[in-house]
């Protein structure tokens, strides 16, 4: 699969920086760079050379010469240029929340739904940064003992915001950090909250499951983490979910997890898996991930090889 | 009142000096600051003026010249020294974990249960910082549709680990910043964890209140915040609560609280009051405190005026 012809549109950011990283860490020889009008004509590091930036364009994405293209921009970005590298025979792999949701769109962790990639019609989506480390954990929980409901409170931050966000941060005197919220609002919700909820109903295909999410950003600048009360049909020990998560793909079970230590690991850090003293068949569990990487480069490149994988077996 | 005869004992911490700055802001005029050896003969900031540190010896605290004592010192000298300036006929109102959960000692926060206050023997205790703004915005809740479960969540500055924390903070660079769990450990919980559970128990006066917590540490200088989420046994809209809560002492309703927008304040912030959509007649809610300030300096003055009320009013 080296071989493969795969786009990276919005190279210049902070997803697409992992991005590029990852693609040349796992050998990917035939890798293009796509940004906006603003960043064409530079370049990004790609190992230990470089790659030109090309003007994303429809015309460009359209050319007809990759076979993916993994999508790191905005939402309504992505509404305008995904169509684009589809109709010129890509497979998009979209990271922004413009199709998550869209019936026929695949939503999908490959730990938890890998399968239903291979369902798409053109276009794959990656979750929400918080939605897919928390999928990873509940996944094999649910499977033993049947999620009842879930309660999250999240610690994510500033790069899930953007490079430019970061660049604030570490410009802004200690002294002025605070917590935030900055999301728009869908409701009495955040949007992250909402997303939170209906993602994860669709990745899980648990279209009712009782969901309640409380968004936070926090002055860190990368790796997301999240606070957990999740309540099961059936009694899970604490000892039993922790034997479950130890034997789940891409989840490290560690006393404390913290962004710090999950940044720029591959890995979901799962610990604190105790009894929710306040539910029925409860636990509470604290994760963290890095949002980066995991949380959307790497899980965007994890489709992307599940893809190649049935495609050049199929040809 | 202002000619009361106060000691502030720890006069030099972060604690400490917030609650000489409220002292000489409400007028007192008889005050004096103690701390450990290492800081006597110094002197502090006092209104426009400044105080002579004095060591707090068990001598000097058990001198019989102090009406009240008001204690911001580790859990292990408030154990050590209380008993001392209890002896000299002051009473102690002390912030520390040493006496919260005795029998005969009173855990007071005013809004909530400011009566127990007379009944004690010596010692009043001033709650845990998390535990003081989350008590201010139960009570009325609890009054009106009947606690029933809690789980909550926090975000809390690292004023709250001293003011050496605070200077580690501003000397460590933002990309280090992490999120901690820098407590010590009681079983599968942080102390931090299980103080909350015990202390809301006591407040509130609900001895079997199911409440579950995980407690965090953030890179935010001061401020906590809490996201929280309270089953009741009755129904209550997030309309009513927001109406209650704007009766509320000491609470002021905002739409998106934050620690930033707490510090300095003498108000618990609360917002983001909304259905709790995983369980029955539940409410999810954000708050946040200035952890120095009412959750913790202020909260032992107001106590220490509880007292002074009705001792003026007994003589």
Redesign the interface.
């Known amino acids: 699969m080296p071989d493969a012809r795969i786009g990276v549109v919005g190279a210049t950011g902070a997803v697409g920086t992992v991005t590029l990283g990852l693609l040349a860490q796992r050998g990917y020889t035939r890798v293009r760079a796509f940004a906006s009008e603003r960043s064409a004509g530079g370049h990004v590091p790609f190992g230990a050379g470089e790659l030109l930036v090309e003007e994303a364009t429809p015309e460009a994405l359209a050319a007809g010469d990759l076979e993916l293209a993994l999508f790191s921009v905005g939402t309504s970005a992505s509404r305008e240029l995904v169509p684009h590298a589809v109709r010129g025979g890509a497979v998009a792999v979209d990271k922004s929340a413009a199709y998550r949701l869209e019936p026929g769109v695949p939503l999908v962790v490959p730990e938890v739904n890998g399968e239903r990639a291979h369902e798409h019609e053109g276009i794959v989506a990656n979750p929400n940064c918080c939605t897919i480390p928390l999928t990873c954990v509940l996944k094999p929980l649910h499977d033993a003992a049947g999620l009842r409901?879930?309660?999250v409170?999240t610690?994510q931050s500033v790069s899930g915001a953007g490079a430019r966000r970061m660049e604030a941060?570490?410009a802004e005197p200690?002294?002025?950090?605070?917590?935030?919220?900055d999301w728009t609002w869908d409701g009495?919700?955040t949007d992250e909250e909402s997303k939170l909820?209906s993602e994860t109903r669709k990745i899980m295909e648990l279209t009712e499951l009782?969901?309640?999410a409380?968004t936070?950003r926090?002055?860190?600048?990368v790796?997301h983490?999240e606070?957990v009360?999740a309540?099961f049909e059936e009694p899970l020990s604490?000892e039993q979910a922790t034997e479950l998560l130890r034997a789940a793909p891409s989840v490290r079970v560690v006393d404390?997890p913290?962004?710090?230590?999950a940044a720029q690991t591959d890995d979901v850090l799962v610990g604190?898996i105790?009894?929710?003293?306040?539910?029925e068949n409860?636990l509470?569990l604290?994760l963290?991930c890095d949002n980066l990487n995991k949380g959307a480069a790497l899980n965007a490149i994890q489709i992307a090889e599940l893809l190649l994988a049935r495609q050049r077996v199929a040809a």
Do not use: C, N
């Open positions: 409901s879930l309660r409170s610690y941060l570490l200690q002294a002025e950090h605070d917590l935030t919220m009495d919700e909820r009782p969901i309640s409380t936070v926090v002055p860190v600048l790796g983490a606070a009360w309540e604490p404390v913290s962004p710090k230590q604190r105790r009894p929710d003293r306040a539910g409860g509470a604290f963290a």
